[in-house]
């Protein structure tokens, strides 16, 4: 038994059991995958995958089992090499981070700049893409931490922390017949008019949707994208009026636009921070949290890591006793 062999159980079953795709990730070839697989199999004396004639089609029941087993001791093998080089008094390393556009653009900066003069000899990966994709980075371990407000509560190999509340706020070119409405200003006030805010399942979209379903109204989506900056161009050239980041506001006057307050009209938006469940974190990734997030503690974080998936103690960073004392000190 070698790794090579429980990293091609692992990718196949990732790669939906496509075995040109796993050799691509793995940098081998296709036979070489297949005779990996076939030599593991015959040293447990099982089948792990389901074969119509060649191809792979499905995990048989044994293998299914066999796949987390595969899982850990990978998880713990990359746990090895990350304790190793923290052991030894190494300093350096790359933090790799995955988040959304709006993460990236507006929360990350300060704590990137804060991260870098603690630790000079950190190289630091930014990769931005969409929640879904953030999870499974950050899974599969090409990312040690994601960043994001929607979808990283609904994977059970995640443990996400709430770091801040945000909410979204209207934006309009200069002179809308918005801003001379003075009472509070209402959906059906926003429904009147061409809507322009993010893709489903970005920044808090969830709850605009929720907003206009719940008081049975139907807005006129007209343009949506997973950039604030984006959006608050096509609102600049009239197409609209958008539905943005409170953060992503701050400099809307140089581009012509005003800022109306909605946060009566919408929910609040947690934004999270996730890492991978049972992940031996370096220091420098601790710190790294704990800039983003000054309100966690170490050892939240740590015990978090190792609790079980369903027991009792492994629901503390979503219990909501948790989340709210956290978001206050936020």
Partial sequence: MNFQQLRSIREAARCGFNLTEVANVLFTSQPGVSRQIRELEEELGVDIFIRNGKRLIGLTDPGKGILKIVERLLQEAENLRQASQEYSGETSGTLTVAATHTQARYALPRVVQGFRASFP????????S???HIADWVISGKADVGIATEGLTQFKELISFPCYEWSHVLVVP????????????SLVDLAAYPLITYD?????????????????????IVLTAMDSDVIQQYVALGLGIGLVASMATEHSRQNGLRSIEVSH???????????????YLRSYTYDFILQFAPQLKREDIIEALHAEPHSAGSSAVHNVDFEQRILKIA
């Fill in 130 to 132: 969409s929640p879904e």
């Fill in 200 to 220: 489903i399942g970005f920044t808090g979209r969830g709850h605009i949707d929720d907003a206009f379903r719940k008081a049975g109204i139907a807005p006129d």
């Fill in 265 to 279: 009209l919408l929910a609040s938006n947690v934004t999270r921070l996730a890492v991978r469940r049972g992940a």
């Fill in 121 to 128: 000899d950190v190289r630091i990966a930014l990769q931005q």
């Fill in 174 to 185: 200069e002179g809308h017949p918005l801003l001379a409405i003075d009472a509070p200003i």
